[in-house]
């Protein structure tokens, strides 16, 4: 009875928040991964961490991160944040460092000022971006990975032979 009243409550606070506020929380159902939205006109300062997805249309000034998740940041969105993520898809503008797990992509809207850490970046025509890029190790050893697997059984031999006798 505890906790379906304290479920109760807690989607009485998410209704209250995605209907005055325009955060969104929580599950859109029992099974679906874990979602959020600062809407148009929210402005969030913090440290802000989730699981699975995070759209920003609003404004978040702080630190956001999340082991794997996906952080979408909407046309409206502007973000002046250090980033920490799976994976970053910037429509709107971003300020600060971003370090991404998988990729980074940045639209034909997008603007983006600072530095980026990630395996894989995508910049679409008439994006904007002013910073540094480094690819991390991970992308550097999965293209040797492929480029290996793709040479002749031969050629892989002899790469095994000298790599075990040194010449």
Same mark, same amino acid.
């Given at each position: 009875?505890?906790?379906q009243e *304290?479920?109760?409550?807690?989607?009485?606070?998410? *209704?209250?928040?995605?209907?005055?506020?325009?955060?969104?929380?929580?599950?859109?159902?029992?099974?679906?991964?874990?979602?959020? @939205?600062?809407?148009?006109?929210?402005?969030?300062?913090g440290n802000?961490?989730?699981?699975?997805?995070?759209?920003?249309?609003?404004?978040?000034?702080?630190?956001?991160?999340?082991?794997?998740?996906? @952080?979408?940041?909407?046309?409206?969105?502007?973000?002046?944040?250090?980033?920490?993520?799976?994976?970053?898809?910037?429509?709107?503008?971003?300020?600060?460092?971003?370090?991404?797990?998988? *990729?980074?992509?940045?639209?034909?809207?997008?603007?983006?000022?600072?530095?980026? @850490?990630?395996?894989?970046?995508?910049?679409?025509?008439?994006?904007?971006?002013?910073?540094?890029? *480094?690819?991390?190790?991970?992308?550097?050893?999965?293209?040797?990975?492929?480029?290996?697997?793709?040479?002749?059984?031969?050629?892989?031999?002899?790469?095994?032979?000298?790599?075990?006798?040194?010449?």
């Amino acid at each position: 009875m505890v906790n379906q009243e *304290r479920s109760a409550r807690i989607g009485g606070v998410a *209704r209250v928040l995605e209907k005055m506020m325009g955060i969104r929380l929580g599950k859109a159902n029992g099974g679906a991964p874990d979602e959020g @939205l600062i809407g148009q006109g929210v402005e969030v300062s913090g440290n802000i961490t989730f699981a699975d997805r995070l759209e920003i249309e609003g404004k978040v000034t702080g630190k956001i991160s999340s082991e794997g998740g996906s @952080l979408i940041i909407g046309e409206f969105g502007t973000v002046k944040a250090e980033i920490d993520i799976g994976v970053c898809v910037i429509h709107g503008n971003l300020e600060g460092d971003l370090t991404a797990r998988s *990729r980074v992509e940045i639209h034909r809207t997008g603007r983006v000022a600072g530095d980026l @850490l990630t395996p894989i970046l995508i910049v679409e025509e008439g994006a904007i971006f002013n910073g540094a890029v *480094r690819m991390s190790q991970e992308a550097v050893e999965r293209k040797a990975l492929v480029e290996v697997e793709s040479e002749p059984n031969e050629i892989q031999e002899k790469r095994k032979t000298r790599g075990i006798f040194g010449g």
